[in-house]
């Protein structure tokens, strides 16, 4: 009788998913040079045996280990997987308070976008939203888990626009410290 990482891949796929909770199938397949119907196959297997569990969220396939992360820091990383949220949540780590506009500006993105984005790291309760003057303003919900999720699991390592970007940002109550 064989175990579930016996071969090589599901034990390259399992190593890959135990590093980067939340990625999708698709990049999964991508990372390791492999077609999407044999990661889809050796990704049901893993699932069938209890090793790993997927959800599916916004059209995408995303994976965790069984028993690591609880709902809620899932539903946080499949988000921070996403090139524009991740964006934002780092330009608030360094601008609490931070105005509609003043995140517009900074990522050249359209309104609409951002404010679809900003709805949904809402909703995911990754972010606040409170009114100041008549003007609505952004914060980080929880810094240091957010912090802690950033650190430990670097979601934009996976982003090619911001994988090779080293980003300096302050560590509640501490000086600065790098991801």
């Not at 399992?14 to 990049?27: E, F, R, S, W």
């Not at 390791?32 to 969220?57: F, P």
Request: glycine fraction near 4%; hydrophobic fraction near 35%.
């Amino acid at each position: 009788m064989t175990g579930p990482l016996e071969l090589q891949i599901r034990r390259e796929i399992y190593n890959l998913i135990l590093k980067n909770p939340g990625l999708h199938a698709k990049k999964i397949a991508e990372l390791l040079v492999i077609s999407g119907q044999l990661a889809d196959y050796h990704l049901n297997y893993l699932e069938r045996q209890q090793l790993i569990i997927t959800q599916k969220e916004d059209g995408y396939r995303r994976c965790y280990i069984e028993g690591k992360l609880g709902f809620y820091d899932r539903r946080r990383l499949s988000m921070l997987r996403h090139e524009t949220p991740l964006k934002i949540v780092f330009y608030l780590l360094d601008h609490p308070q931070a105005r509609h506009r003043d995140i517009l500006e900074h990522l050249s993105i359209v309104k609409s976008t951002l404010s679809f984005h900003l709805d949904k790291l809402v909703k995911y309760d990754i972010i606040s939203v409170s009114e100041c003057e008549n003007e609505k303003r952004y914060s980080i919900k929880d810094e240091e888990e957010l912090y802690e999720l950033l650190i430990r699991y670097k979601p934009y390592s996976q982003i090619e626009s911001l994988k090779d970007t080293w980003v300096d940002l302050k560590w509640p109550g501490t000086k600065k410290k790098e991801l």
